[in-house]
């Protein structure tokens, strides 16, 4: 039985409380699943209930569901190793020292300012990610940056010649046939995000600028689904369904482990990592911008998934973050009473 009282109390809470306008969640535990739909879709233009089926910006949730899992593939099948030069794939990268596991753990040190960024065109914003500079934290620091996997997207677009989300498509979503996660949602049946300065509100429309610009060749957003097919997704992370995902069960397990050298925050492929408060074992963790967050404990086969608008109608919603973070820390405090 699916308990879990105070984070379910806690999550349920953004909604009365107004931290967000609505809530899909969901625990699992071994086969068990308890899933709950709380509040409202959207209050801007229009009051709208919230549907259990609805279909969420998951942000960088694209990251790790979509982007990773390529390369997941590519390794698992002999064809790429992530001690590669980054710019063996793309020239106009010229630091030598930065490899793919780099990008994939964001300790690649790549960081810097571009100037009038929002107005680039997609030629000119890849022409400026690609040159930004590698500084001091190269190998020293983890910063989470969506410049790493916008340049994974683009080595993959050099090794299948064709838009990184189409590459997606094809090797990840059409073979688990998911037929709710898509870089192509249909307007009416997404929840919306931001309201934009001219009024529009951003619905089936990913909510990244960068994203928007790139369009399908973005690697680091864009990915839209909803609860029904996440939670597919997150038994096959947990070992429950072991024929969801085209990768095989030891891929999938090696990704409970760190990647990150030591001294440095602990991240996987992809994945960040937190880890039980009883034995200290990893559990894989990823949020979105938009207000999405998954919790994946393989040992124990249970999880977490959230799914907000919570920049809806405005981003500038702190509060948010740190109701995340109590929750994360709950769920793991109940994770241990469960088992």
């Keep these: 039985m699916i308990e879990y009282f105070n984070t379910k109390h ?13 809530v899909n969640y969901t625990l699992l535990k071994e086969d068990q699943v308890f899933t709950s739909t709380v509040g409202f879709e959207s209050l801007l233009p229009d009051v709208t209930q919230l549907n259990p089926f609805d279909l969420y910006d ?33 020239p106009d990268f010229k630091d030598k020292r930065v490899r793919i596991s780099h990008l994939l753990t964001h300790t690649s040190g790549i960081k810097g300012w571009i100037p009038n960024r929002d107005q680039l065109n997609a030629e000119e914003l890849i022409k400026a990610l690609v040159r930004l500079p590698v500084t001091e934290e190269f190998d020293k620091k983890m910063r989470y940056a969506d410049t790493n996997y ?43 995000t931001a309201l934009l300065p001219n009024g529009q509100v951003l619905k089936g429309i990913v909510h990244d600028p960068k994203a928007r610009t790139l369009g399908e060749h973005c690697g680091s957003a864009g990915l839209f689904s909803n609860m029904h097919d996440l939670i597919k997704l997150s038994q096959a992370y947990l070992g429950i369904n072991k024929d969801l995902l085209p990768l095989s069960q030891d891929t999938i397990a090696n990704l409970y482990e760190v990647q990150t050298p030591k001294g440095i925050h602990p991240r996987s492929w992809g994945w960040d990592l937190c880890f039980d408060p009883k034995d200290n074992h990893p559990i894989l963790y990823h949020t979105g911008f938009t207000g999405t967050f998954m919790l994946l404990d393989r040992l124990n086969k249970t999880g977490l998934i959230v799914l907000t ?31």
Excluded at 74 to 81: P, T
Excluded at 168 to 186: D, K, S, V
């Design 10 to 22: 806690l999550i349920e809470n953004m909604v009365r409380d107004r931290i967000v306008p609505g």
């Design 150 to 192: 916008i340049l994974l997207g683009l080595i993959l677009e050099t090794i299948y010649h064709k838009p990184v989300q189409q590459i997606i498509e094809q090797e990840i979503i059409a073979p688990t046939g998911l037929q709710n996660t898509t870089f192509n949602p249909q307007p009416g049946v997404s929840v919306p």
């Design 309 to 339: 608008n919570r920049i809806h109608p405005s981003g500038h919603n702190l509060t948010f973050l740190s109701m995340r973070e109590h929750i994360v820390k709950t769920f793991l405090k109940e994770n241990i009473i469960e088992y």
């Design 58 to 90: 998951l942000a960088s949730l694209t990251k790790v569901l979509g982007t990773t899992n390529v390369f997941l593939k590519l390794y698992e099948a002999g064809k790429i190793n992530f001690s590669e030069e980054v710019a063996s794939f793309l």
